[in-house]
């Protein structure tokens, strides 16, 4: 039996590795944009992580016609209150930006707060299916910005990001750790009963 196709509206490969092992076990042909060798421009206007996640999910579905899936995702710091939130992927002020250039730009805003500083990721997760139905799911990780960089794994502000309850940070965590806690995981596995009822075949 065929399994039906997932698209996943993200060009981040680091975001598709992890919600790629979260859906492992489901049967699922999950696809990228990449893949299908398709190019659509979307602008990130909302207001919010649910805005800018319905977006990118309805403006995949409306193009493609597949059933997709996107995540919109931020770090809030205590200490720069809540920032950079909705603007985490384009928090440096420096044009083409990579994550080390984000990290770096935030400790900089960082050096003169009192420590500890406070943190949180939060992703919120909308699947956008043919027929005009959205599903939402939402998770979060609290966690402590550090001040040097350490681990190798992972992406974006996780080399920084501490989980006091594993001692590391997000990058210091094997995959399959970091694909059960983190704040991705939680709203993906909140949405697989959802893709289980209404995509995957019984």
């Not at 999950?30 to 649910?50: K, M, P």
């Not at 205590?78 to 002020?93: D, I, K, Q, T, V």
Request: hydrophobic share 40%; aromatic share 6%.
């Amino acid at each position: 039996m065929t399994a039906p196709k997932l698209l996943i509206a993200s060009g981040n490969p680091g975001k598709y590795r992890e919600i790629k092992a979260i859906f492992s076990h489901l049967n699922l042909d999950l696809v990228t944009l990449q893949d299908l060798d398709i190019a659509i421009e979307i602008e990130e206007t909302g207001s919010t992580y649910l805005e800018n996640a319905k977006i990118k999910a309805l403006a995949c579905l409306t193009e493609i016609g597949l059933p997709a899936l996107a995540d919109d995702t931020g770090l809030e710091v205590e200490a720069l209150n809540g920032a950079p939130s909705l603007h985490s992927a384009r928090f440096s002020p420096i044009e083409n930006a990579t994550d080390a250039d984000r990290r770096n730009h935030l400790l900089n805003q960082l050096v003169n707060k009192p420590q500890p500083w406070k943190a949180r990721f939060q992703c919120t997760a909308v699947l956008a299916l043919p027929g005009g139905e959205t599903i939402v799911t939402t998770g979060f990780r609290q966690g402590i910005i550090v001040a040097e960089e350490r681990g190798s794994e992972g992406f974006g502000y996780d080399p920084v990001f501490y989980i006091p309850e594993y001692a590391a940070t997000m990058a210091e965590l094997p995959a399959e750790i970091k694909n059960q806690i983190s704040h991705r995981a939680m709203a993906m596995a909140a949405m697989i009963p959802h893709i289980q009822e209404r995509l995957v075949q019984k």
